[in-house]
């Protein structure tokens, strides 16, 4: 059931959201001034890549033992998704902390102004592209064609 898949999904997110507000509020309160704004937006970026993972892998896994509805993707598909999601989700993390640690340390900008302004949309450029291409590439693999290179 799409549904199940859903609302587990959303549920596991809510939970690392939370794990990872109050946790990182409590961790950079000695540090940083107010912790909390600048723990939400990073727990935020938590919670929404737990959701998409899970219902990536929840989703796989149901196509992969063919539990999935009648117009539900097929294993092929699903597989392609989820790869495309951990590389996104990968690309997300890495070049928005790289953004955040140039613009924060290196210009002397805020922890905050970096977050938001510098590493959220360059992780969100990062994430999406390289996403979509590594499902392009695992599409191509698996109908038997090869990559443009």
Sequence with gaps: MNGKR???SVLAGTLVFLVAAIGLTALLDPYVWPS???ALPI???AGVITVALTHAILTDRAARAGNSSIDGPDPV???ARLVGVVVGSVAFVVAGSAAAVVVSVGLGFSVLVALLFVAL???LFAGVVAGLAAV???S???NGSRPVT
Aim: glycine content about 20%.
């Design 36 to 38: 909390a704004l600048v």
């Design 121 to 123: 949309p360059v992780g």
């Design 43 to 45: 727990a935020v970026a």
């Design 77 to 79: 598909r699903a597989r």
């Design 6 to 8: 859903l609302g587990g």
């Design 136 to 138: 392009t590439i695992r």
């Design 140 to 142: 191509g693999r698996e």
